[in-house]
């Protein structure tokens, strides 16, 4: 599995900007897919992901980002909105095999992940 991650950049505080993370190498429609971020001199951490029947958000960027799939294109997106200074970090795809009911929310869980993109917000 090989995933490709894109669409960061610069954004100002309030903006939006959409993430894309291609998969290739497998089937896409196997595999459930999560996003996650680290910033400067911190741990990665969750952000989003889509399992099989529910979708997950961490606290911080509930209400604001979306996370969907187009399985026909094997692609993952994360639309942000309402950018804030602290989601400034790179952002890493990741995939899980096996769909599950339950969302995964911690890197262990995640198999492959892309090479991340780098978001950042100025105020």
């Known amino acids: 599995v090989q995933l490709q991650a894109s669409g960061g950049g610069l954004a100002q505080t309030g903006g939006s900007l959409r993430l894309s993370c291609a998969f290739s190498g497998r089937t896409f429609s196997n595999y459930d897919m999560g996003w996650f971020r680290q910033a400067p001199g911190k741990e990665r951490e969750f952000v989003a992901g889509l399992g099989h029947y529910a979708t997950s958000y961490a606290d911080s960027v509930k209400g604001r980002f979306a996370i969907s799939r187009d399985n026909a294109k094997k692609t993952v997106y994360l639309q942000m909105n309402s950018l804030k200074p602290e989601d400034t970090a790179v952002y890493y795809c990741?995939?899980?095999?096996?769909?599950?009911?339950?969302?995964?929310?911690?890197?262990?869980?995640?198999?492959?992940w892309g090479q991340g993109t780098l978001v950042t917000v100025s105020s």
């Open positions: 990741a995939a899980k095999w096996a769909r599950a009911i339950t969302v995964a929310t911690t890197t262990m869980e995640y198999d492959y």
